[in-house]
C-alpha cells in the first residue's frame, strides 16, 4: 500500500494503444519503452498535480479546478494542450449536463408516481396493469 | 516542414514542435472530443493526485482534464520518441530514443532522473 507515488501507474493496455494511434501503421514499440512511457505519464500528472495546486492556492481555494489545470499546462510549457483541452472540457461539460438532466427527469417521473399512489389507493391496481 | 516526417531521413529540427504538420501520418481525430472523451481510467488519475500531500480535494472536472492531459502528452512523448528512431531508420522504439528526446526537448525536462 505504501508505494511511490511514481509507482502508481497507468493501464498498459489503454497506454499502448495511445501510442499506437499517435504513430504511424507498422511501427513498434519496445516493452521497455512503453513501460517508460507509462511511469513518464504517470510524473507529468504529479507534476501537473502540483503546479495546479499553486494556482489553487494562490487563489486561496482548497478544492483544485479545471482552471487551475490550465494554468499548470502553461506553466509546464505545453501550451498547445491548452486549446485541446478546453474543447473536450467543454464537451465534457455537455455530457455531465445531459446525464444530470437524465437523473432528474427520472426522479421527477418517480415522484410524479409515488404522488398518485398516496392520493388514490383505489387507482394502485390500473397502474399496475399500464406499467406490464 | 512536413517533408521532416515522412521518413525522408532528412532530420530538420528537433524541437518539440516537430511531427504536427505531418500530414502522411493517421492522426487521432482530437477533433472529434464526443467520439471518446477520456480513455484513461479517472480513478486511476485520481488516485495519483491524491498521493499528493498537499493537495486537499480535486473537483472531477480538474480529474477529467488531467487525464486527457495525460494523454495528450503520451502522444507527444512517443511521436517526439519516434523522430528519434526514424533517425536510426528503425520502425521500433526503443527506450534510448524516449531518452534521446527527453534530453532534447525542453519540455521533458521535468522528466530527468524520474523514469529509473
Redo the contacts between chains.
Keep these: 500500500m505504501a508505494e511511490r507515488?511514481?509507482d502508481?501507474?497507468?493501464?498498459n493496455a489503454?497506454?499502448t494503444?495511445?501510442?499506437k494511434?499517435?504513430?504511424?501503421?507498422?511501427?513498434?514499440?519496445?516493452k521497455?519503452?512503453r513501460s517508460?512511457?507509462s511511469?513518464?505519464?504517470?510524473?507529468?500528472?504529479?507534476?501537473?498535480?502540483?503546479c495546479?495546486?499553486n494556482f489553487a492556492?494562490k487563489g486561496k481555494r482548497?478544492?483544485?479546478?479545471?482552471s487551475?489545470?490550465?494554468s499548470a499546462?502553461e506553466e509546464?510549457?505545453?501550451q498547445?494542450?491548452v486549446a485541446?483541452?478546453k474543447?473536450?472540457?467543454?464537451?465534457?461539460?455537455r455530457?455531465?449536463r445531459g446525464k444530470k438532466e437524465a437523473s432528474e427527469q427520472k426522479k421527477k417521473d418517480k415522484d410524479r408516481k409515488t404522488d398518485s399512489e398516496e392520493q388514490d389507493k383505489s387507482r394502485e391496481e390500473d397502474n399496475d396493469e399500464e406499467q406490464s | 516542414m512536413a517533408a521532416a516526417a515522412a521518413g525522408s531521413g532528412t532530420p530538420r529540427e528537433e524541437e518539440g514542435s516537430s511531427g504536427e504538420a505531418a500530414a502522411p501520418q493517421p492522426q487521432a481525430p482530437t477533433s472529434a472530443p464526443g467520439a471518446r472523451l477520456s480513455r484513461l481510467p479517472l480513478a486511476r488519475v485520481k488516485a495519483l493526485v491524491k498521493a499528493d500531500p498537499d493537495v486537499t480535494l480535486a473537483g472531477q472536472e480538474a480529474i477529467f482534464i488531467l487525464a486527457r492531459a495525460a494523454e495528450l502528452f503520451v502522444e507527444t512523448i512517443a511521436k517526439d520518441a519516434y523522430c528519434c528512431a526514424q533517425q536510426g531508420k528503425r520502425k521500433t522504439l526503443q527506450r534510448r530514443d524516449l531518452d534521446n528526446a527527453i534530453e532534447a526537448v525542453d519540455e521533458f525536462a521535468f522528466l530527468e532522473g524520474t523514469l529509473d
Design positions: 507515488p511514481e502508481l501507474n497507468l493501464p489503454v497506454i494503444r495511445i501510442i494511434e499517435a504513430l504511424p501503421d507498422g511501427v513498434n514499440i519496445s521497455e519503452a517508460a512511457i511511469r513518464a505519464a504517470s510524473v507529468f500528472v504529479l507534476y501537473a498535480t502540483s495546479a495546486n492556492m482548497k478544492t483544485l479546478n479545471a487551475d489545470v490550465l499546462m509546464m510549457e505545453f498547445r494542450f485541446p483541452l474543447e473536450a472540457l467543454e464537451a465534457y461539460r455530457e455531465q
